[in-house]
């Protein structure tokens, strides 16, 4: 024979599992939304360090043109030919 106090321990241990089972759900939504942040951060880096790295190649070139490397300027990578004239 069930007894009161036996439904009420079981009806208070399911509100204690489903309050864990909120708390499990809302900790996994959190590190899903950082997941997602962190990849955000990522994609604007590399597409940052892309742009960055574009627009020293385009003025290394753009420089040594006006210098009258424009042959070579053409010819070559601009991290070399700034090598090159460095050395």
Not at 17 to 28: G, T
Not at 36 to 54: H, Q
Request: proline share 0%; hydrophobic share 45%.
């Amino acid at each position: 024979m069930i007894t009161w106090d036996v439904l009420y321990h079981e009806q208070k241990k399911e509100k204690l599992d489903d309050k864990e089972e909120n708390e499990r759900k809302q900790r996994k939504d959190e590190n899903v939304n950082l997941q997602r942040a962190l990849d955000n951060i990522l994609i604007f880096y590399t597409i940052a360090s892309v742009l960055v790295d574009a627009l020293f190649n385009w003025t290394v070139v753009l420089c040594l043109k006006w210098k009258g490397f424009s042959t070579e300027a053409n010819s070559m990578n601009a991290v070399t030919l700034h090598k090159k004239i460095i050395i």
